[in-house]
């Protein structure tokens, strides 16, 4: 699977100064099982940077920073090791606790997931069916929505990116009993558009967590974090305090074999 080296840049630019800023920053790959973590380093200059983990064990870091600020930049440079070894980490209970809009029958998801899905306990067979789904349903389109779009919303627009697949095939597995991760880190190889990538694993008795992704091709992932839904990983949270003015960002990253 490889070692590799990964280079993230986050710049935002703001149109006014912001008078001090509180970010939780998820830059840093977590080691688990087929993902051993060499180095992973941090640096945003003028800010107080704390290490730590959130509630999911993912690598979390809170930077603190004094205005006035026009612009802030961070940098997070990491050398990984990808292993094709099997992950059978005991799913957590929110893992197969699926979000009310998942679970009403009939809804327009449970009814488009029917048709790949049982009704109870499907198997690695089933869930590579709606992977294949996913893929001939819904054109990639990451113009089209945003964090907290509705599901209905999504399944209307028949559109979206990576993200918004595996919020749907996350909801749709675990409002079938099925313990489900939303997966966000990177694929080496891919276009800068879905450098930064989400796809989604499920639990298995026997066979831990597969991954699966409808939307890249079978490949090495560089996991950032997951949980059981998009919004328990966001990349940076937080804000800065100022008068409401616009902001621009720009991201950048670099992925090559070490």
């Known amino acids: 699977m490889g070692l590799w080296l990964v280079r993230h840049e986050l710049e935002y630019s703001f149109e006014s100064p912001r008078l001090d800023c509180t970010l939780d920053a998820l830059l840093r790959p977590r080691a688990m099982p087929g993902q051993v973590v060499h180095s992973a380093d941090l640096a945003c200059a003028g800010a ?70 049982p009704d109870h306990a499907p198997g690695p067979g089933a869930v590579a069916r709606l992977t294949a789904g996913l893929a ?21 627009a028949s559109r979206g990116a990576c993200q918004d697949v595996a919020r749907l095939a996350v909801a749709s597995l675990q409002a079938r009993g099925v313990p489900a991760r939303y997966m966000l880190g990177y694929a080496p190889g891919a276009s800068a558009e879905v450098a930064l990538h989400a796809w989604f694993a499920a639990w298995f008795d026997g066979q831990g967590w597969l991954q699966f992704d409808s939307v890249l091709p079978p490949g090495p992932r560089i996991v950032l974090g997951f949980a059981p839904d998009q919004q328990g990983v966001p ?5 800065c305090s100022g008068p409401p003015c ?12 070490a």
């Open 246 to 257: 616009r902001h621009v960002l720009a991201s950048r990253i670099t992925i090559t074999p």
């Open 136 to 156: 001939r349903d819904f054109a990639y389109d990451p113009a089209v929505t945003a964090v907290g779009t509705p599901i209905e919303a999504l399944l209307t």
């Open 48 to 117: 107080a940077i704390a290490a730590g983990t959130d509630a999911l064990g993912n690598e979390r870091d809170r930077l603190t920073l004094a205005g006035p600020l026009r612009r802030l930049t961070m940098c997070a440079e990491s050398r990984l090791e990808c292993l094709d070894l099997p992950d059978h980490t005991q799913p957590d209970t929110a893992e197969v606790t699926a979000p009310l809009e998942a679970t009403r029958r009939p809804s327009s998801l449970w009814s488009w997931a029917a048709k790949f899905l």
């Open 235 to 239: 990349v940076v949270r937080g804000g």
